[in-house]
């Protein structure tokens, strides 16, 4: 079974610290995302990773920054988190299958 | 812009008797889908796909249906169980690959004893 893992399940922050949240995946799978999961909005993607070093800006990247040095491993940043952060984050990979993304048990993150 | 949509924010069912979630979008450059269902402190888990070359797909109690015309999805659950209640997501893709998942906002989703 695929097993995607992270950090935390639960941070508290304050305003203008830096935050990293770390997602490790153990199938060798190529491609990796952060989502954020709010209320009524759904899963967004903020960055995507198709490949070590690699990354892409998805549909709310303002405020975080990605890190991806090794192939299982995938770090979301916040430079300077604040209280709009305040969010689910969840991690997912994606190997051969087309679209089946595997997901975390995701963050949650507070930030005061 | 939301162009995956899921208009109702809650569903409840009785056991043993059918659930059906909806789905709607826009963009009609998406060719596939995908439901995920979504319990509470956990990752959202994969549940049933479907391709636009199809309008119907099956796996177990769980039924997929696709309406390109009225970019509709739909997914039946029968019979409904108690275990079923969770978070359900439908997804969209412009292209079979893609790296981009789209997620509507989510469907409640409790079934009653």
């Known amino acids: 079974d695929v097993k995607v893992t992270q950090s935390s399940r639960y941070l508290v922050k304050r305003t203008g610290e830096k935050v990293f949240l770390e997602c490790v995946q153990d199938?060798?799978?190529?491609?990796m995302f952060w989502y954020r999961q709010d209320p009524g909005l759904g899963l967004r993607l903020i960055y995507f990773s198709y490949d070590v070093k690699m990354k892409e800006k998805g549909d709310i990247p303002e405020g975080y920054s990605v890190s991806r040095e090794k192939k299982e491993r995938f770090s979301l940043i916040l430079e300077s988190a604040s209280t709009n952060q305040t969010s689910m984050y969840l991690c997912?990979?994606?190997?051969?299958?087309?679209?089946?993304?595997?997901f975390g048990p995701g963050t949650r993150l507070t930030v005061l | 812009d939301q162009q995956v949509k899921q208009n109702s924010p809650s569903l409840s069912v009785q056991e043993g008797r059918i659930s059906i979630l909806n789905c709607d979008y826009t963009n009609s450059m998406f060719d596939y889908f995908l439901w995920y269902k979504k319990y509470p402190a956990e990752g959202p888990t994969f549940l049933i796909s479907?391709?636009?070359?199809?309008d119907k797909n099956e796996d177990g109690r769980f039924t997929v249906f696709l309406n390109k015309s009225a970019k509709h999805l739909s997914l039946h659950i029968v019979p409904s169980q108690p275990g079923d209640s969770a978070v359900y997501f439908c997804a969209a893709s412009e292209t079979w690959g893609a790296q981009k998942l789209v997620f509507g906002q989510g469907t409640r989703l409790t079934i009653n004893p």
């Open positions: 479907i391709s636009s070359i199809k």
């Open positions: 199938m060798d799978h190529e491609n």
């Open positions: 997912a990979s994606r190997g051969g299958f087309p679209h089946e993304q595997f």
